[in-house]
């Protein structure tokens, strides 16, 4: 059984950048597909980025479109995801988990980690 541990939450302002990182242990997840989804107190856990296994395509909500930027690193098991000109609106919980399959769907994803803490101050 494989875990997968986020990093790099914090406190920010409004416009800086952040890079979140989940690490993969106990098993490689080299070739499942990645995706970070997040949930904002009071909200539903939504869709942000995802990534294949290869890195050969990614997908983003379009809230982050254009700000966020998904990126992996099968060597290290890891996932990346940098979060730029940040939003009061972008705070949130902010989970990676994996699939075998291609999907912006919560419910195809069977391995998740703990979650980060994202908070960006207006």
């Known amino acids: 059984q494989g875990q997968l541990v986020e990093s790099g939450g914090g406190l920010v302002q409004a416009g800086a950048s952040l890079r979140l990182s989940c690490a993969a242990s106990?098993?490689?997840?080299?070739?499942?597909?990645k995706a970070w989804f997040r949930q904002a107190p009071g909200k539903e856990r939504e869709f942000v980025a995802a990534?294949?296994?290869?890195?050969?395509?990614?997908v983003y909500s379009d809230s982050v479109k254009g700000r966020f930027t998904i990126s992996r690193d099968n060597t290290k098991n890891t996932v990346y995801l940098q979060m730029n000109s940040l939003k009061p609106e972008d705070t949130a919980v902010y989970y990676c988990?994996?699939?075998?399959?291609?999907?912006?769907?919560?419910?195809?994803?069977?391995?998740w980690g703990q979650g980060t803490q994202v908070t960006v101050s207006s």
């Open positions: 990534i294949s296994g290869s890195a050969s395509s990614t």
């Open positions: 988990a994996a699939s075998l399959y291609k999907s912006t769907d919560q419910r195809d994803y069977a391995s």
């Open positions: 106990g098993r490689t997840f080299a070739s499942y597909h």
